[in-house]
């Protein structure tokens, strides 16, 4: 059974930073497409980042570019989220998402439901002005 948990959320202010993790277990991240993706109280799904855990391949929306990093850990089996210069607008619930692939197109952001089989259950990050 393919499990991800999430991890490393909390309240931080405004220009402050966390690493979000997500551990897999129940199969190998690579090669695989993943990803984090968030909703705020009110709001839909947004997706803020993607990689291709094959070559490191990386994808991001734009309101993170320059702040955020995806990354990953083949011998920890975890994908990471390294959130820096955090904005109140950032504050959502994060979880992680992955299936195992050859590939993860850009549009896996955008159509997280074609490409992103398995989910987590979600971190909290809220950040106060």
């Known amino acids: 059974q393919v499990q991800l948990v999430e991890s490393g959320g909390g309240s931080v202010q405004a220009g402050g930073s966390l690493r979000l993790s997500c551990a897999v277990s129940g199969y190998t991240i690579n090669p695989s497409c993943m990803g984090w993706f968030r909703q705020a109280p009110g709001k839909g799904r947004e997706g803020v980042a993607v990689?291709?855990?094959?070559?490191?391949?990386?994808t991001y929306t734009d309101s993170v570019k320059g702040r955020f990093a995806i990354s990953q850990d083949n011998a920890k089996n975890t994908l990471y989220l390294q959130m820096s210069s955090l904005k109140p607008e950032d504050t959502a619930m994060y979880y992680c998402a992955a299936a195992p692939s050859f590939f993860c197109p850009e549009r896996a952001l955008t159509s997280p439901g074609t490409h992103l089989r398995y989910w987590g259950q979600g971190t909290q990050v809220t950040v106060s002005s």
């Open positions: 990689i291709y855990t094959g070559v490191g391949s990386t």
